[in-house]
């Protein structure tokens, strides 16, 4: 059994997540939460390129399943919120684990699949990190600013990114 809480500590000293860097997210917060929604919108378009992720949010005819496609984005929507407040309290490990959880185990909805296949969950941050320097760089106007935010918003996500690929190695 993974002890989070510890577990995320760790992580955060590891990466080397520093008061200054949450001070950035916490500060850069509110362009984040600005373009979550176009965000995930672009990683929902990614998603549907690659059928082996794209069935995890679809209909058993393949095409998208609106409602699951729009709870998916909600969710994703309240994780860059959670994110842009630069959390590092146990109650924010629990959370990362519990989203964790959800795309190791077999869905709900389409108990056929298998869990989310992890190179989709790697790339996704992937497509985040870059993302995010894109938009610093164009909300920010200053590229040394902008790096310094995105380094800084690289931590948490590398944080996030652990404990989602940390539910796979937890066996029942």
Known sequence: MIDWPNRVREVMRYVGLTEDDRGRIKSTGPIVRRYADRLTTEV??????FPEAGKFFSLD???PDPKRVQDNKDSMVQWLQYLSQAPTNDAFARYLA???????????HRPGLPPVPYQFVIGTIS???????EIFREELGDDAQAARASASW???LMVSLDALLGAYMVTS
């Open 154 to 156: 690289n931590k948490i």
């Open 127 to 133: 497509f985040y990190q870059t993302r995010l320097l």
């Open 98 to 108: 519990a989203v964790s959880a959800m795309h190791r185990d077999i869905p709900i």
């Open 44 to 49: 929902y378009d990614l998603i549907f390129e």
């Open 61 to 63: 005819d393949g095409s």
